[in-house]
T-cell receptor, first 112, second 117 residues
Framework: GQQVMQIPQYQHVQEGEDFTTYCNSSTTLSNIQWYKQRPGGHPVFLIQLVKSGEVKKQKRLTFQFGEAKKNSSLHITATQTTDVGTYFCAGLRAGSARQLTFGSGTQLTVLP | DAGVIQSPRHEVTEMGQEVTLRCKPISGHNSLFWYRQTMMRGLELLIYFNNNVPIDDSGMPEDRFSAKMPNASFSTLKIQPSEPRDSAVYFC???????????????FGPGTRLTVL
């Protein structure tokens, strides 16, 4: 079955430092979504990427979808304490209209 | 819009007891998902429904777990009998229908934190 791997599992950064999490799929994806889960909260949708090589930005967050549509990344510039949480990628397998497969998540801690 | 509603928010029960988790999806959404989240296994999809029909239940751990969606506005996840290893946060999520090449986002409920002693 489809597997979606995320690295790193944990990341501690000093406030103001940059942060990147990487997502890799064993199969080609049609779409990839990113979610953020604050401590004690529930996953909240951030963004969706559909096109090969697509890059989207949300303020300090930059999302990329690989050319082969098998990997993606989320980069946060100048982290703030409000960025704390777990970031999940979720991929939809190409040719499938079924459900998303969530990655294992990257737990980000931002030290003030 | 109230979002996805789950109840109870917290449940503490003893091993062997029946547990029923409830979910009300966002009105108009036609897909509903049940997830389980633990530190060890992360976020796992248990089952999902499309237009009230179970489409994929391959994630349901074993026969002790069952899920129903009697109508578009209500779903239950039942564990009978419960075991300590079932302790986790259970999320319900709903999604509007797909459109073209896009796949609409999932909206998660606040979750039910289940503890089985």
């Amino acid at each position: 079955g489809q597997q979606v791997m995320q690295i790193p599992q944990y990341q501690h950064v000093q406030e103001g430092e940059d942060f990147t999490t990487y997502c890799n799929s064993s199969t080609t994806l049609s779409n990839i979504q990113w979610y953020k889960q604050r401590p004690g909260g529930h996953p909240v949708f951030l963004i969706q990427l559909v096109k090969s090589g697509e890059v989207k930005k949300q303020k300090r967050l930059t999302f990329q979808f690989g050319e082969a549509k098998k990997n993606s990344s989320l980069h946060i510039t100048a982290t703030q304490t409000t960025d704390v949480g777990t970031y999940f990628c979720a991929g939809l397998r190409a040719g499938s209209a079924r459900q998303l497969t969530f990655g294992s998540g990257t737990q980000l801690t931002v030290l003030p | 819009d109230a979002g996805v509603i789950q109840s109870p928010r917290h449940e503490v029960t003893e091993m062997g007891q029946e547990v029923t988790l409830r979910c009300k999806p966002i009105s108009g959404h036609n897909s509903l998902f049940w997830y389980r989240q633990t530190m060890m296994r992360g976020l796992e999809l248990l089952i999902y429904f499309n237009n009230n029909v179970p489409i994929d239940d391959s994630g349901m751990p074993e026969d002790r777990f069952s899920a129903k969606m009697p109508n578009a506005s209500f779903s239950t996840l039942k564990i009978q009998p419960s075991e300590p290893r079932d302790s986790a946060v259970y999320f319900c999520a709903s999604r509007a229908g797909t459109s073209g090449s896009s796949y609409n986002e999932q909206f998660f409920g606040p979750g039910t934190r289940l503890t089985v002693l």
